[in-house]
């Protein structure tokens, strides 16, 4: 019986394991998306020819925990969302090199990438400090800047807001 109730308890802690892990690929910026690991997420987009959005964030950043909850929330970024292999990558998972880094190591960061997987460092926010290229603090910035990446990079599926 023992037996029994040690299988059995670490059948369920393993299976409670697996959901937190799926309730948590969001990270703070929705689980309503279709996330992705980076790795994953460039082999999605090769396959599927859709261009790939790259959030870079970190756990203990404050500026990327105050676009968490207006990122989650947006319907307009969940629309747009459709057009891109969505990726968001947290602390140590950050991609390594200064293709990453077009204009610094600053945080949150969103990248477009092509189906290829190159950075395209001619989209990024137009709507903020021209310092800091790749920074969003707002929805709307982050709207606006995946338009122009579907666009410019035939992601886009006649997605309307």
Not at 3 to 24: H, M, N, P, R
Not at 74 to 90: A, G, P, T
């Amino acid at each position: 019986m023992e037996l029994y109730l040690t299988f059995l308890v670490g059948t369920l802690l393993c299976l409670l394991g697996d959901v937190l892990a799926e309730e948590t690929k969001g990270r703070g910026f929705g689980e309503q998306y279709d996330w992705l690991n980076f790795e994953d997420g460039k082999e999605m987009a090769k396959n599927t020819n859709k261009p790939l959005m790259l959030v870079i964030h970190k756990s203990w950043c404050g500026a990327c925990k105050a676009l968490k909850p207006k990122f989650a929330a947006s319907e307009d970024i969940l629309k747009l969302s459709s057009n891109f292999v969505m990726v968001n990558v947290e602390d140590d998972e950050e991609p390594e090199g200064s293709e990453f880094q077009p204009d610094g190591g600053y945080i949150p960061r969103i990248l477009f990438l092509n189906s290829d997987g190159a950075v395209q460092p001619d989209l990024y926010n137009t709507k903020g400090n021209p310092k800091y290229k790749y920074f969003y603090s707002n929805a709307d910035m982050v709207t606006s800047a995946m338009q122009l990446a579907a666009n410019a990079l035939g992601g886009s599926r006649n997605v309307e807001l």
